[in-house]
């Protein structure tokens, strides 16, 4: 129904842009890659997917249309919603899943919080027809650099996927030392070395 939301950047939350359209605030739900190219004021244009639930539209923003379709197949493997199809792509690129899925790569998936070791076996199955071959080659693509307030989106980015204040704090100290020897910080490396230490502490 909304393919693409094109205008400029009106205010950031920590899961979400608002963009307007036409004098109108488009809501879309982020991940943290994403929304870390944003800057309020600048024009954008975001490939974007509605989700209709009986209670509720939600619009959700990508930075392209690969992460969409993504997005959108993640969806069509049974209890996988819109939400832990986007914590997906929070941890992962599209063709960092599409490698994990056609490698059989269980460790990846239960990165991802809320996957199990049995859900991921059962997505490994499940979507390994539907995500189809990686297009890239060599390591995984993750995120975009930013120069600044990596602290604050990492920390957001932990408490969006539902950890706690205190944990989310430990991670992003765990980190630091990794974010400062890069020199530009990528919010998606950082995001899955942090998930890694609390997957480790849990």
């Known amino acids: 129904m909304?393919?693409?939301?094109s205008g400029p950047v009106a205010a950031l939350a920590p899961d979400a842009a608002v963009v307007e359209v036409g004098g109108i605030g488009m809501s879309l739900q982020c991940t943290p890659n994403t929304l870390s190219t944003l800057r309020i004021g600048q024009q954008t244009k975001l490939a974007a997917s509605l989700v209709v639930r009986e209670d509720s539209l939600t619009l959700y923003g990508f930075a392209d249309d690969d992460e969409k379709q993504t997005f959108e197949l993640l969806q069509t493997a049974?209890?996988?919603?819109?939400?832990?199809?986007?914590?997906?792509?929070?941890?992962?690129?599209?063709?960092?899943l599409r490698r994990a899925v056609s490698t059989g790569d269980e460790?990846?998936?239960?990165?991802?919080?809320?996957?199990?070791?049995?859900?991921?076996?059962?997505?490994?199955?499940?979507?390994?027809?539907?995500?189809?071959?990686?297009?890239?080659?060599?390591?995984?693509?993750?995120?975009?650099?930013?120069?600044?307030?990596?602290?604050?989106?990492?920390?957001?980015?932990?408490?969006?996927?539902?950890?706690?204040?205190?944990?989310?704090?430990?991670?992003?100290?765990?980190?630091?030392?990794q974010a400062e020897a890069e020199g530009t910080p990528q919010v998606g490396r950082l995001l899955k070395a942090a998930l890694q230490t609390l997957n480790r502490t849990r």
């Open 2 to 5: 909304i393919a693409f939301v």
């Open 107 to 177: 460790k990846s998936l239960t990165a991802v919080p809320g996957i199990g070791k049995k859900g991921a076996q059962k997505l490994l199955l499940e979507l390994k027809d539907r995500l189809g071959e990686p297009l890239g080659t060599g390591g995984p693509a993750i995120g975009t650099a930013v120069t600044s307030g990596w602290r604050e989106q990492l920390h957001a980015a932990l408490i969006g996927l539902g950890y706690a204040t205190r944990e989310a704090d430990e991670a992003v100290d765990a980190v630091a030392p």
């Open 78 to 96: 049974s209890g996988v919603g819109p939400r832990l199809a986007q914590a997906m792509l929070a941890v992962h690129s599209p063709d960092a």
